[in-house]
């Protein structure tokens, strides 16, 4: 394995749905990313880290990683990496939340449901709006 640098951008959805650490690779450009998993966690959006990383065998080391510092992104890539990343994180907690207690929101909808049967476009988007601002 060799020691390459890497670019952590924030959490991604690759295939399957499953969400990942992305990483963008010196060789990369710029959007292209891959996703690795590599433990501890705490990794700071826009900073390079140096990965074990075996290109011929396509397989990393998990749990070898060094704090480099700082890329050469810019502040505006980096705000946009923390704004996808965001997405990514509300996503996951969203699903999270509906796992856990799917049953028990569903059953507390079914007034709200046959409430809003009935209501036009507007009225839909005011109780909406109450909703959210009474929980």
Known sequence: MAKERSTYIGMRFF?????????QDQDQGEGAYTGRKVRGGGFIIGH????DIDREAGTYSPTHR?????????????????VEDDAVNIRRQEKAIQRKHRKEIDKALDPIRV?????NHR?????????QDTL
Do not use: F
């Open 15 to 23: 295939d399957g749905g499953k969400a990942l650490p992305a990483w």
């Open 48 to 51: 390079v880290y140096e990965l």
């Open 66 to 82: 060094k704090h480099i510092g700082p890329s050469a992104a810019t502040a505006e890539q980096v705000a946009t990496w923390e």
């Open 115 to 119: 409430l809003a049967q009935n209501m």
């Open 123 to 131: 009225q839909l988007r005011a109780l909406r709006k109450y909703i």
